[in-house]
Nanobody, 119 residues
Framework: VQLQASGGGLVQPGGSLRLSCVVSGLALDTYAIGWFRQAPEKEREWLSCISTDGTTYYADSVKGRFTVFRDNAKNTVYLQMKSLKPEDTAVYYC??????????????WGQGTQVTVSS
């Protein structure tokens, strides 16, 4: 099983980015895929997930600004981010896990992609 996250970069405040998580070795209808981020000296924070049936969930901190969706044919999950703020600066990770009323991370993590929001 491998998760490959990409799409990070430098963006100005108010801008947008789309992150991708290419999943190999498991089907998206068998695992929920979650997105996390970790800023320097902060704990890893759960942001969003898409469950096996396609239902999406969001943390309050990103609700209305971030959208998670997937392309089953490409076995890829995306995180579309808009109205980015400097406090969104972090390394972003994807994870294969489960959703049981809350997201439960599994042992498979992508390698992380850096998002920097700065003017």
């Amino acid at each position: 099983v491998q998760l490959q996250a990409s799409g990070g970069g430098l963006v100005q405040p108010g801008g947008s980015l789309r992150l991708s998580c290419v999943v190999s070795g498991l089907a998206l209808d068998t695992y929920a895929i979650g997105w996390f981020r970790q800023a320097p000296e902060k704990e890893r924070e759960w942001l969003s997930c898409i469950s096996t049936d396609g239902t999406t969930y969001y943390a309050d901190s990103v609700k209305g600004r971030f959208t998670v969706f997937r392309d089953n044919a490409k076995n890829t999950v995306y995180l579309q981010m808009k109205s980015l703020k400097p406090e969104d600066t972090a390394v972003y990770y994807c994870n294969a896990g489960n959703y049981y009323g809350a997201y439960v991370p599994g042992r498979y993590w992508g390698q992380g992609t850096q998002v920097t929001v700065s003017s």
